[in-house]
C-alpha cells in the first residue's frame, strides 16, 4: 500500500489504494490475475490498515451529511413504539412472549404461569448478557419440554458461532456445562435431560450431530452423526407434536431426514428414506405417519403420505398432486388440519385441510400483493392458526384464524407511530420483458402524488438466488425515503422461486446469466415506462445479490447512478475454488464446479472482481463485515481496490467495514437503524436531495 499518510482519519479525502502485489491464479490453461490476493491474511498489518484507511476514508466523504443521517435516525426510531410487546404464544400450561424497553438494544424473553394476568417470569434479559460486546445474538432458545430449563447460545462476534448454556428457570442457575461453537440448530429429548445440538467445520458447514446429557461433562458427549459428504449440511429439530427428533441432511439439490422416537432420545435414527441424487423431501410427523414434500418427479413438488417406518417409496401414497403452475413452498400439521404453503403467479396462497372431513379451502386475503408467514404455532391439539400478514402497504400484522369457522382475529398490527396512512401510497406489480420474452415481475411501493415524468429518484432491489422468492413486506424506515419522493421497486428476477420452481433452474448453473439480464430488463423497463431515468437510478443488493449488484454495473454500468453492495459475494470463481470456504463445496449445486472447464469458464464471465475493467462505473456504497463467514470481508475489499484502480471517472466509491460484526451487520436495533440511516444518506446525497 502506499502514501500511508493519506490512510491516516487527520488526512482522508484522497482515497486509499492498496498495494498490487503480483498473484495469478492458472486453471484450464487460463490464468487470473489478482493483485489483491494478499488481503485475505488478516495477520497481515497492512491487510488491517487498508480496511481502516478505507473507513476513514469513507467516514471524512459521508462527514457533510451527518446532520441528515441524525434526522433519519430520528425519523425512523420515532415511527417505532419502543416499548413494546409481541403477542404471547401458549405452550401447555404457559404463555411466552418477548417485549422491548425504550433505549434497550435487544428483546427480553418472557412467560406468565397460567394467565396473561399472571405474575410476569423474566427468562432471558438479552441487554444484560450483551454488555461489553460490540456484537450480539442469540441463536438457540428452547425451553425443555417440562418448562423448567432453558437452553440458550450466544454470538458475541458475528462469526455465527454459538456458545450453548443451559439455565435452571426455578433456581435461576446455569449448570455447570458450557458448549462452545456450536450452531444454531438443537432438540430436547422427551426426557429433559438429553439435548441434541450441531457443530460446524472449518468451512462453516454444519456438519457434526452431538447427543449431551445433563450434567455430564461435554467430553463425554456422544457423535450421533459425521456428515462427511461436503456438499451436504444437517440441522436437528423436533416436530410440532413432539413424537420425534428429525435430523435433516440437506445439500442444495438433495435430502434426506432421519427420524427418532422423542420418548427413547439415547436411540438410534432411522431412516424416511435415503438421500437419492437430486431427490429433495421434508417431512412433517401426524400420528402414525409422515407427510412428505418431495420434487421427485414433480418438480414444482407434491405432497405424499407414508406410514412412520416405511421407506419404500412404493408405498407411499398422494396427498396433494404435482401442479405445474403452483409450487408447494412448505407444510404444517395439526391434529386435524393439514396446512400447505403454496406460490401461484408470485403470490403466496394458504391452503387449509380438515383430515377428518377432507374439506378443504384456501384462507383469502384483503391485497394482490403481499407475503403471509406463519407464526408460532408450538400446539399440535389445536384449531387456531397463527400467522403473519404483511404487505408493502400494511405493517406486519399478526393473525388467529379459526381453521373450522375461518374466522380471523388481529391480534396485533406493528404500530407505526407518528400518523402513517396507508392511502397516501400506492403499490402495483408490473412486468418487465427479458431478452429471451419472459415476463419477469417487478413490486413496487411510491407515495400516491408522483408523476411518470422520469425525474423520480428510485431505488430498485433485488437478490435471484438458491430459489429464495424476495419478499414483499411493509418497513417503516422505507418511509424516509417514500416522503422524500423515492419510488421503490423490487424485481423478483430469475434465481428465486417467485414463479416457480423452474424460475430458479433456469437462474442458476449456466443460465445464471438470466438473474442479470433479467434485472437490467426491469431497470430500463422503468425507465422507458417513465418511472425513473439512468441519473436518476439507484440499485441496491446484498449477499448473493450484491453479486447481482457487482455482475450488472459490469455488463450495464450506464444504466445506474447508484449502488449500493452489501457484503457482496463478487470473487465468484476463487471463493468456489477455495474449498476451505463457506462459499464453496456446498455451493457447487448452485452456481457450478468450476474445476470443470465449461462452469469455470461460464462463472468467470460474470464474476465481479474478475470482469472489472478501464471504464466509467456508477457511484458504489460497498459493505463489508470481518467476522463474516459467508462473504469474506477480502472479497468487497479486493472488489473496491480493484475497482478503485480501474474506473476512469470520478464517481464515488466508498467501503465501509464493521470491524466487529459479520454478515449481517450491526446487532441491536438502534445501531441497526444507523446502519440504514448511513445508507439512505449515501443515496440522498447521489441524488442531490440532501437537506441544508
Not at 75 to 82: C, D, G, N, P, S
Not at 229 to 237: I, S
Not at 440 to 446: A, D, E, L
Amino acid at each position: 500500500m502506499n502514501n500511508t499518510d493519506e490512510m491516516t482519519p487527520a488526512v482522508s479525502l484522497n482515497p486509499p489504494i492498496a498495494d498490487k502485489r503480483p498473484y495469478v491464479h492458472t486453471l484450464h490453461g487460463d490464468s487470473r490475475d489478482d493483485p489483491y490476493f494478499w488481503m485475505r491474511d488478516r495477520t497481515d498489518p497492512a491487510v488491517m490498515a487498508y480496511l481502516e484507511a478505507e473507513n476513514a476514508y469513507t467516514e471524512a466523504f459521508m462527514q457533510p451529511t451527518e446532520a441528515l443521517q441524525h434526522t433519519l435516525y430520528k425519523e425512523m426510531l420515532a415511527r417505532i413504539q419502543e416499548t413494546d410487546l409481541s403477542v404471547p404464544y401458549r405452550k401447555d400450561n404457559y404463555w411466552y412472549y418477548s417485549r422491548t424497553e425504550e433505549g434497550k438494544a435487544y428483546s427480553i424473553q418472557c412467560r406468565k404461569l397460567g394467565s396473561l394476568n399472571a405474575p410476569e417470569e423474566v427468562l432471558l434479559d438479552q441487554n444484560k448478557l450483551a454488555e461489553g460486546h460490540e456484537y450480539f445474538d442469540v441463536g438457540v432458545f428452547q425451553v425443555s419440554p417440562d418448562h423448567r430449563i432453558l437452553a440458550y447460545s450466544v454470538d458475541t462476534s458475528g462469526a455465527e458461532l454459538y456458545t450453548l448454556y443451559f439455565l435452571d428457570l426455578e433456581t435461576r442457575q446455569l449448570y455447570a456445562e458450557t458448549i462452545p461453537e456450536t450452531y444454531e440448530s438443537f432438540a430436547w429429548g422427551n426426557d429433559n435431560r438429553t439435548i441434541f445440538y450441531t457443530q460446524v467445520d472449518a468451512a462453516h458447514r454444519p456438519y457434526k450431530l452431538f447427543r449431551h446429557t445433563l450434567g455430564t461433562p461435554i467430553e463425554q458427549d456422544e457423535l450421533v452423526y459425521h456428515e462427511t459428504d461436503e456438499a451436504f449440511y444437517l440441522g436437528v429439530g423436533k416436530t410440532r407434536s413432539e413424537a420425534y427428533i428429525l435430523l435433516s441432511l440437506n445439500s442444495k439439490v438433495t435430502s434426506e431426514v432421519r427420524y427418532l422416537d422423542a420418548n427413547q432420545p439415547g436411540g438410534e435414527f432411522q431412516f424416511v428414506q435415503e438421500r437419492s441424487p437430486s431427490i429433495e423431501y421434508y417431512v412433517e410427523h401426524h400420528h402414525d405417519g409422515f407427510y412428505i414434500t418431495t420434487n421427485e418427479n414433480a418438480i414444482n413438488f407434491k405432497l405424499m403420505w407414508a406410514p412412520v417406518g416405511v421407506s419404500d417409496r412404493s408405498q407411499w401414497k398422494l396427498v396433494l398432486p404435482h401442479r405445474q403452475d403452483v409450487l408447494i413452498e412448505g407444510v404444517s400439521t395439526f391434529a386435524d388440519h393439514l396446512i400447505v404453503y403454496e406460490r401461484q403467479a408470485g403470490v403466496p396462497n394458504v391452503r387449509v385441510r380438515q383430515l377428518s372431513t377432507q374439506a378443504e379451502h384456501l384462507i383469502d386475503f384483503p391485497e394482490p400483493i403481499y407475503e403471509v408467514m406463519e407464526g408460532a404455532n408450538p400446539e399440535f391439539h389445536t384449531t387456531t392458526l397463527r400467522f403473519t400478514y404483511t404487505s408493502l402497504l400494511t405493517p406486519s400484522s399478526v393473525f388467529d384464524y379459526d381453521l373450522n369457522t375461518r374466522d380471523r382475529l388481529l391480534q396485533k398490527e406493528t404500530p407505526v407511530l407518528g400518523g402513517y396512512d396507508k392511502q397516501q401510497y400506492r403499490s402495483e406489480w408490473l412486468m418487465a420483458t427479458a431478452p429471451d420474452g419472459t415476463a419477469v415481475p417487478i413490486s413496487m411501493v411510491y407515495k400516491a402524488d408522483i408523476s411518470k415524468d422520469g425525474s423520480n429518484p428510485l431505488l430498485l432491489t433485488g437478490y435471484g438466488s438458491y430459489g429464495a422468492s424476495y419478499p414483499v413486506y411493509f418497513s417503516s424506515t422505507r418511509l424516509s425515503l417514500l416522503n422524500r419522493g423515492v419510488v421503490l421497486a423490487f424485481a423478483h428476477i430469475r434465481g428465486g422461486s417467485e414463479m416457480g420452481r423452474n424460475w430458479y433452474e433456469t437462474g442458476k448453473f449456466l443460465q445464471k446469466k438470466n438473474t442479470f439480464t433479467d434485472f437490467i430488463a426491469c431497470a430500463e423497463y422503468l425507465i422507458h415506462q417513465g418511472w425513473t431515468s439512468r441519473d436518476r437510478l439507484a440499485i441496491a443488493g446484498g449477499s448473493a445479490g450484491g453479486l447481482l449488484m457487482g455482475a450488472v454495473v459490469n455488463m450495464r454500468p450506464d444504466l445506474f447512478r447508484t449502488v449500493i453492495a452489501q457484503v457482496p459475494f463478487v470473487d465468484v470463481v476463487s471463493t468456489i475454488l477455495d474449498t476451505s470456504l463457506p462459499l464453496s463445496a456446498m455451493e457447487w449445486e448452485e452456481w457450478g464446479n468450476p474445476n470443470d472447464p465449461e462452469f469455470y469458464h461460464y462463472m468467470k464471465s460474470y464474476s465481479p472482481y474478475d470482469n472489472v475493467a478501464a471504464k466509467d462505473y456508477p457511484a458504489l456504497l460497498v459493505t463489508a463485515g470481518l467476522n463474516d463467514p459467508r462473504v469474506s470481508y477480502w472479497e468487497p475489499a479486493k472488489w473496491t481496490a480493484k475497482l478503485r484502480d480501474l474506473k476512469t471517472n470520478n464517481h464515488t466509491l466508498l467501503l465501509k467495514t464493521n470491524m466487529g460484526a459479520g454478515h449481517s451487520g450491526a446487532s441491536g436495533r438502534y445501531e441497526q437503524l444507523k446502519e440504514i440511516a448511513f445508507e439512505y444518506a449515501f443515496l440522498l446525497k447521489e441524488w442531490g436531495l440532501v437537506e441544508d
